[in-house]
C-alpha cells in the first residue's frame, strides 16, 4: 500500500460520495435562539415547540391549514400591467417581480382560494410575506377584491389572512389608488351581509393597516404578531419618548380594544369555522355517522373478601 492509496483515493472517494445538506434543516427560534428540526416546526405549523413563537406561514401551507382535507379551487384573478410607471431603483421593477415569482411561485402577493371549512363553504385570502414584502400593489388590490366578489357570488364568508409592509412602493399613486377600492368592495361585502373576518399576522403594517385590514366584522391576531401603521422606532423618532414594552403587538392591542381577540395558531381554525357559523346562523356540523357503535359492558361485581 501507498500514499496514493491510503491518502489520495480515500479523499478522492469522499469528495465524490459527499452528500449535500439542506439549508433549511435547522431553524433557529428568533426570540430563544433555541435549534429546531425544520419537520418538527413544518409539522406543528411552523410554531416553534418550545417558545411558541409564530413564524411566518407560505400561502399554501397557510390554505392547506384551514380547508378541509387540504383541498380547495383556487380562484383566479384579472391580469393587471405590469410596471405600469417603469420603475427602476437599484433594479428594474420588472427583475424583481421575476424573482419574487420564482421564489414563492405565486404571481403576486396574494392568494385567494374557495373551499370548505369544517363543511361550510368560505373564501380565503392570503397575502404572501416573501412576495416582496407582502406589499400592497395592483394585483394585489385586485386579488383581494376577486376575493370579495367571489364571497358575494358564492355567498360565503371571506376570511383574508393580512401580512404586509405596506404599499407598494415601486407602483407609486396605482398602489395607493387600492385602498379605496378594497374598501369599497368591503362596504359591498356588509351590503350583501357576509361576514368579514381579518387575521392579522406578523407583521400587518402601513397602508394594508390603514384599509381593509382594519375593515373586518371580526379581528383576530396571532400572539405576538406586530401591527400598526409605522413601526415603532419610527414612532419614538417621531415622539421623542419611549414606548411602553409590549407596544404594537397583538396582546398590547387587545388590552387597548384594537383587536377583538389573540387566538393561537392551532386554534385558528376552529374558531375561525365557530365566527363563520355564528355570523351566518348556520347549524353546527353533524358528527360522523359511521362510526361502530359501542357496546357497553355489564360491570361484574367484586369478589367477596374472605
Known amino acids: 500500500m501507498n500514499w496514493i492509496s491510503n491518502v489520495v483515493r480515500p479523499k478522492i472517494r469522499g469528495f465524490l460520495n459527499r452528500r449535500e445538506v439542506p439549508e433549511n ?3 433557529k427560534c428568533p426570540e430563544t435562539g433555541q435549534l429546531v428540526f425544520y419537520k418538527d416546526v413544518e409539522s406543528n405549523q411552523f410554531v416553534i415547540p418550545g417558545s411558541n413563537y409564530h413564524m411566518r406561514m407560505s400561502a399554501t401551507a397557510r390554505l392547506k391549514s384551514m380547508f378541509d382535507n387540504e383541498t380547495w379551487f383556487d380562484v383566479g384573478v384579472p391580469p393587471v400591467p405590469i410596471d405600469p410607471l417603469k420603475f427602476r431603483d437599484a433594479r428594474r421593477y420588472t427583475d424583481r417581480l421575476k424573482d419574487a415569482r420564482a421564489k414563492t411561485g405565486l404571481t403576486d402577493a396574494v392568494k385567494l382560494g374557495f373551499g370548505k371549512l369544517e363543511a361550510m363553504p368560505v373564501v380565503i385570502g392570503v397575502q404572501e410575506f416573501e412576495f416582496m414584502g407582502g406589499s400592497l400593489g395592483m394585483a394585489a388590490g385586485e386579488a383581494i377584491i376577486t376575493g370579495i366578489e367571489t ?4 355567498q360565503t364568508p371571506f376570511v383574508l389572512f393580512v401580512s404586509s409592509g405596506g404599499a407598494r412602493m415601486q407602483e407609486g399613486i396605482l398602489s395607493l389608488m387600492q ?3 378594497t374598501t369599497v368592495a368591503v362596504q359591498r361585502l356588509r351590503e350583501a351581509k357576509k361576514p368579514y ?7 400587518t403594517t402601513g397602508g394594508v393597516t390603514a384599509s381593509y385590514a382594519m375593515l373586518g366584522d371580526v379581528h383576530i391576531a396571532e400572539p405576538g404578531a406586530l401591527i400598526g401603521f409605522a413601526g415603532p422606532r419610527v414612532i419614538e423618532q417621531t415622539i421623542r419618548e419611549r414606548l411602553p414594552d409590549g407596544f404594537q403587538k397583538a396582546e398590547y392591542l387587545k388590552a387597548h380594544g384594537m383587536v377583538d381577540m ?3 395558531r392551532h386554534e385558528l381554525r376552529p374558531t375561525i369555522a365557530r365566527l363563520c357559523r355564528l355570523l351566518t346562523k348556520s347549524p353546527a356540523p353533524e358528527p360522523p355517522t359511521n362510526l361502530p357503535a359501542v357496546t357497553e ?10
Open 25 to 27: 434543516l435547522w431553524i
Open 179 to 181: 385602498m379605496p377600492r
Open 297 to 306: 359492558q355489564p360491570v361484574q361485581p367484586p369478589e367477596p373478601v374472605t
Open 151 to 154: 364571497a358575494i357570488g358564492k
Open 262 to 264: 389573540v387566538v393561537h
Open 197 to 203: 373576518i381579518v387575521v392579522l399576522t406578523n407583521p
